[in-house]
């Protein structure tokens, strides 16, 4: 297994975004959404543009496990001869290669995770990473359950190897998260009964799980768990119009709508030790048809830019900064034990 080509001390006092994604979705591209592909190149000079160090990265999709003809229905329906051999393999290995193969005067730059299907071919996934880490250093595990259209909850049986193999390895798990009622795949109270079956396993909880006061005071009180705040602009956006991902409002965590940046100095203020800055990219702009559940679609356009997530990072006072892309990051990442996360 490769030794970790970078290190907590080597990033100390780096500007890290938690939450980017490389390599294609294909469904996005065959159904005219939006964005649809990223490049470790591009990213790069994406990070040289708006002063960011380095990214946490993971695929944008398994599209290429699935039927391309599903596609338009909104359907992820395992292909019977599919492109990659397994949930994500292929995406997987393009990631690495793209890191430290075809850009590697970059790789100091970027944190490579990989993405699993927590309820599908379980056992091939897992043959498949031991393999990938032989040859490159895996760092975490990204899960979006809606991207696969497979229960988060599959974690605590068929999909019980994932925690396994995480907790083997002292690393953590990244989960696309939602408070959306009618989403099957992704909904926090599916992610926290995964969670707090799993106290030794970090875990981190994506899209400040939906501005939800409740689920952030949870979060918050668990030494385990942190929250990301990626594709904060258009969150905020969806908060204004009452989207059904974002918390009611009687349930919805104060703060001033109007503007994302203060939205994020309102959440640092109140758990400073749990909130981790991530951009999304290049999904801080979400313009698609997605499947929430059996029957339930939703429809987003959905526009920002990085410039917007990294305004909000930009806009903290320098304490709060360092916590938000530094240091609660490397604790998320580099796995101090769960007992010492402070708390507020």
């Known amino acids: 297994m490769p030794e970790k080509h970078v290190t907590a001390d080597a990033l100390t006092d780096k500007v890290i975004d938690c939450h980017s994604h490389v390599g294609l979705n294909l469904k996005n591209y065959a159904c005219r959404e939006y964005p649809y592909a990223q490049t470790i190149e591009g990213l790069y000079y994406r990070q040289r543009a708006a002063g960011v160090d380095v990214n946490i990265v993971f695929p944008a999709s398994g599209s290429l496990f699935f039927d391309p003809s599903y596609f338009e229905k909104g359907e992820m329906r395992p292909a019977r001869n599919p492109l990659s051999p397994a949930p994500y393999a292929l995406e997987n290995e393009m990631m690495m290669l793209e890191v430290f193969e075809f850009n ?20 091939r996934q897992l043959q498949l990473l031991r393999e990938l ?38 690393i953590p798990l990244l989960l696309h998260t939602t408070v959306d009622p009618s989403e099957d795949y992704s909904r926090a109270a599916l992610c926290f009964q995964v969670i707090e079956e799993n106290p030794h396993v970090r875990f981190c909880l994506a899209h400040c799980i939906g501005f939800h006061a409740g689920f952030l005071q949870k979060a918050n009180d668990m030494p385990n768990v942190w ?60 313009i698609c048809r ?16 990085y410039e917007d997530e990294k305004a909000a990072l930009d806009a903290l006072p320098e304490e709060l900064r360092i916590k938000a892309c530094n240091t609660n990051t490397l604790r998320f990442v580099f796995g101090t034990q769960p007992t010492a996360k402070e708390k507020t």
């Open 290 to 305: 997605r499947k929430q559940g059996e029957g339930s679609y939703l429809p987003f356009r959905l526009k920002g830019r």
């Open 104 to 123: 590697p005067e970059h790789k100091e730059r970027f944190i490579t995770f990989v993405m699993a299907d927590p309820g599908r071919e379980v056992r």
């Open 227 to 286: 929250v990301d705040t990626a594709a904060l602009k258009i969150q905020v956006q969806c908060a204004r119009e009452n989207n059904r991902i974002i918390a009611p409002e009687k349930e919805r965590f104060e703060g001033d709508y109007s503007d994302h940046t203060k939205i994020l100095g309102a959440l640092m203020a109140r758990y400073p030790d749990t909130i981790m800055w991530g951009t999304d990219s290049p999904w801080y702009t979400f």
């Open 133 to 170: 880490e032989r040859r490159f250093p895996v760092y975490g595990i990204k899960i979006s359950s809606v991207d696969c259209q497979s229960r988060i909850t599959s974690l605590l049986d068929v999909g019980r190897p994932f925690l396994d193999y995480a907790a083997e390895r002292n």
